[in-house]
C-alpha cells in the first residue's frame, strides 16, 4: 500500500510540473521567428500614413488594440486607431523609420522596445523617440496588442 501511494503522488507531481502545450498545436513558439516578423512588419509600418488601406489594420492590429500616443488620450479600438494614423488623408507624406533594439517574450505576449523617426528632406528628423509595443498572438497571426511612444523632443508650448 505505501509503494502504491508513493507511485501516485509521484505521478501526480510529474504531471503537475508538466510544460504546457502551445496555444497553437501545430506550432512551437520561437522568440526568432517571431523577432523576424515583427522586423519585417518595422519596414512597412509607415505605409499605414499613405494609404487609406483598412486591411493593413485589421492584419496588423487586435481588435482590442489600444494605442497610447505622446502627449494625447489613448486612442482605444482598431478602428479608432485606423482614424488617428490615417487622418483623412492629411498624413500622406510622413515616412518613418522604425528600429527594433529588443523583443522578448513568449507565446502569450511578446514585448518589443525600439525607437522611432520622421526623417525629413535634409537628413534631419521631424520627431524622433522610443517605443514599446506589445505584440499577441490573434487569428493565426502576431498583431500590435498595446503601442505606447514618447518623443525625445521638447514639448511644444500651447
Request: glycine share 6%; proline share 3%.
Amino acid at each position: 500500500m505505501h509503494r502504491v501511494l508513493v507511485l501516485v503522488l509521484s505521478l501526480v507531481m510529474i504531471s503537475c510540473n508538466a510544460v504546457q502545450e502551445p496555444a497553437n498545436k501545430t506550432e512551437a513558439f520561437d522568440i526568432v521567428v517571431v523577432k523576424n516578423y515583427i522586423e519585417e512588419m518595422n519596414k512597412t509600418y509607415g505605409d499605414r500614413f499613405l494609404h487609406n488601406d483598412t486591411g493593413f489594420y485589421y492584419t496588423r492590429y487586435c481588435k482590442d488594440a489600444v494605442a497610447m500616443p505622446d502627449q494625447q488620450p489613448a486612442v482605444i479600438g482598431r478602428d479608432s486607431i485606423i482614424s488617428f494614423n490615417y487622418n483623412n488623408g492629411a498624413n500622406k507624406e510622413f515616412k518613418v523609420i522604425i528600429k527594433a533594439e529588443n523583443i522578448y517574450g513568449n507565446s502569450e505576449l511578446v514585448v518589443e522596445e525600439g525607437i522611432y523617426s520622421f526623417p525629413d528632406e535634409k537628413g534631419g528628423s521631424y520627431d524622433n523617440g522610443k517605443f514599446i509595443a506589445l505584440w499577441k498572438h490573434e487569428d493565426g497571426k502576431w498583431k500590435l496588442y498595446r503601442e505606447i511612444w514618447n518623443s525625445n523632443n521638447k514639448p511644444t508650448t500651447r
